[in-house]
DNA sequence: TATGATAGTGTATATTATACACTAATAGTT
DNA sequence: AACTATTAGTGTATAATATACACTATCATA
């Protein structure tokens, strides 16, 4: 390969697209299953129209680290458990020019974790199935997204991400039927989760209301 | 976005990357699973080893498309099913620079659709459990991909894409067996694939050397 | 002590998965 | 014609897992 240039050794007829990374960052947050999404802040035709949380991938970083540092700083979000979702190579899915998105799944146990402050863009959080007309391809990626979600947590514990530290296995089934969409039976829930065996009691218990206070569990840490 | 240039309107110190995609594209051939390889014949520090088929996307070219000329052009192989594995975008991942790939993994019912006189690259199809040390990061991407396929054999009906047309049920099990590493009980096996009420009876045998002549199945179209 | 609200529990039945060994069909050999 | 070698093809009993289903327990408040 000839060195271009520009110092980069790649030449620059090669290089003609842009890579960006999306992230569909979801939260479940009264049983209701939501994503974050953040006005288009840049200049083109989809300026001011909501997508998820995404932008360019830096010289110096990788995917991961330039999902990392989007969320910061354009969502107040940090330290999340996240992994690749798909990448979006369709010619003209940026008005902008050839632009490559490696997507990725997001994952915050509630939205206290988001430091709105700091958050350089406007944000919103959406139900993740109504999120309305988004801009570039991101209605794709949400289904794309939402698709992954249901098949992994039934066969996963991704499930944990979802989640705070503690919680009782109502809030946990509510998460599974939030995403799945159907109402599940509370007794066999607990059956089955519980001989998975990747839960603990933490004998303790929380009062919410007037009610039977609940027990508190947390994920085993392995 | 600035306009730069060489008519590309992304600015060219924003795509710095080149794009690339890398496909493991993988064969049962006597009960054994095996991964076509080509010698990389690219001017760098692994010219002369052995990589997966891939190179870079063309600047009109999904990734999709540029799979497909890659595995006619290097591979002498077309219209197979193949789908999306991961994206490494690791930052040195490549000693030419910055590039990231997008890999696929590739299916092919038998190495006789490979037109090897047309493939440009010197090929060789390998065990997937000894493909020996691969250019770049490719042997993590054969990690990767024997990984997936595993999973997906177990839940999908992706070994279709590994059989031919018609097929005996010890065939495909021994399909099964090759990719799981494990051999499984016969009776099972049947009584399980059956159930799942993929196949059609093509009340067709075929007879293999001196024994009993085997019923033919095939996949249903759906 | 009665009420309202959620937490928490068990059992019977159906479905699915597993373990396991012999008979059937063919071609070639004796 | 019987025998052999080789793979195809089949059934049943048991275990494990999934499902359907309804009442009691605990708390705060009135």
């Known amino acids: 390969m000839k060195k271009s240039k520009d ?36 200049d083109n035709t989809f300026k001011g129209q909501l997508a998820h949380i995404g932008g360019l991938i830096h010289v110096d970083e990788t995917a991961e680290q330039s999902v990392d540092r989007l969320l910061r700083d354009k969502g107040g979000i940090q330290d999340i458990y996240k992994e690749q979702l798909y990448t979006f190579s369709e010619i003209d899915r940026d008005p902008r020019g050839r632009v490559v ?59 944990k991400h979802l989640m705070p530290k503690e919680f009782t296995l109502s809030d946990l089934q509510k998460t599974y039927e939030a995403i799945l969409g159907e109402s599940m039976d509370k007794r ?29 569990y947390c994920f085993k840490t392995q």
């Not at 479940?28 to 974050?36: D, F, I």
């Not at 919103?124 to 979600?149: C, F, M, P, Q």
């Open 188 to 216: 066999n829930f607990r059956k089955r989760i519980l001989s998975l065996g990747l839960l603990k009691d933490t004998k303790r218990t929380i009062k919410k209301g007037v009610m039977r206070p609940a027990a508190l």
């Open 101 to 159: 998105a490696v997507a990725y799944l997001g994952f915050i146990n509630s939205k206290s974790e988001q430091n709105v402050e700091k958050a350089k863009t406007p944000t919103v959080w959406k139900s993740a199935y109504s999120v309305g007309k988004l801009a570039y391809d991101h209605n794709k990626i949400t289904d794309v997204a939402i698709e992954r979600l249901r098949s992994k947590i039934i066969y996963t514990d991704i499930a």
């Open 7 to 42: 110092n980069n050794p790649i030449p620059v007829d090669i290089r003609f697209a842009a890579l960006a990374v999306d992230v569909v960052c979801f939260c479940v947050t009264e049983g209701k299953l939501e994503v974050l999404l953040g006005e288009v802040t840049s």
